[in-house]
């Protein structure tokens, strides 16, 4: 009997340990998004944020996830391409990245229903006029993409432009810069992303709806989690019906941070 008691207790103690240290599990009062916050205006950097430093679009809505469940959102900043193994291996609780659902990720990653739709848009300087659609970029343009996002699997096999005329970067704020001093033609990334670095630059927009389809942002979690995802899901329910993202688009449209 003494045994079972002290068995108990220990087992007991090392279950809260864990907790305690995991830091992200479900019983823990913080829930953890992970991003990279070079995505305006989905997650930017600014003095005064929503949480610290961090505010957008994504911000808004994780915010709200966490406090539908008394928690507390912790914001991890990171490589866009380190996002999917983060949530996998439970690093991160959720990614809210202006993440797009596609084949590749669905197989490591389980995902929410869609909260917002995109596409690629073109930016380029604004007196450009041999660039009106996304075939002209095979045509010895240097274009820029974001390594890992949706907008450099389209230049890289979609469009199929050479290899040697493709320059990768890791943030988008980077590769619209090098437009905007001429030793890139163009970059290809997401539209609202596009649209507010173009008019921060001084740059212009242009779409190609025919080539670039359209892309459906979700939050990704660890497979199986279907706990956190039914909470995502409802919260985003209500969010889309009562109309709170639609204004949070429209608050947040341009808005780049510094
Ligand atoms: N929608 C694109 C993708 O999923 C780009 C997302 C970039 N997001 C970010 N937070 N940096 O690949």
């Given amino acids: 009997m003494k045994k079972v008691v002290k068995f108990a207790a220990l087992a007991a103690a090392a279950v809260m340990g864990v907790a305690a240290l995991s830091g ?94 995109a596409t690629q848009v073109m930016v380029v300087q604004p007196d450009d006029t041999s660039i009106t659609k996304a075939e002209d970029l095979k045509n010895g343009k240097k274009v820029g993409v974001v390594l890992g996002y949706t907008g450099d699997t389209i230049v890289t096999e979609t469009l199929q432009v050479p290899e040697e005329n493709i320059v990768r970067a890791n943030r988008g704020i980077d590769v619209v810069q090098d437009v905007k001093n001429g030793r890139l033609d163009a970059v290809v990334v997401d539209s609202a992303t596009g649209k507010a670095l173009a008019e921060k630059n001084g740059l212009k927009v242009v779409e190609d709806p025919e080539v670039f389809e359209s892309e459906e942002y979700a939050i990704a979690v660890q497979k199986g989690n279907t706990e956190l995802l039914d909470q995502i899901n409802e919260v985003l329910a209500e969010m889309t019906a009562n109309g709170e993202i639609d204004a949070l688009a429209e608050q947040y449209d341009g808005a780049t941070g510094e």
């Avoid at 430093?53 to 996830?65: L, M, S, T």
């Avoid at 912790?74 to 797009?100: H, N, Q, R, W, Y």
């Fill in 24 to 117: 992200c599990g479900g019983s823990s009062d913080t829930l953890t998004m992970g991003t990279n916050a070079a995505f305006p205006p989905f997650e930017f950097t600014t003095t005064n944020g929503l949480v610290g430093e961090f505010d957008g679009i994504d911000v808004a809505i994780a915010k709200r996830i966490a406090e539908s469940m008394g928690k507390e959102l912790v914001i991890e900043d990171m490589e866009f391409d380190g996002l999917i193994a983060s949530v996998k291996t439970g690093k991160v609780d959720m990614a809210v990245a202006g993440m797009t659902v596609n084949p590749e990720r669905l197989e490591n990653v389980d995902f929410s229903d869609t909260y917002y739709v």
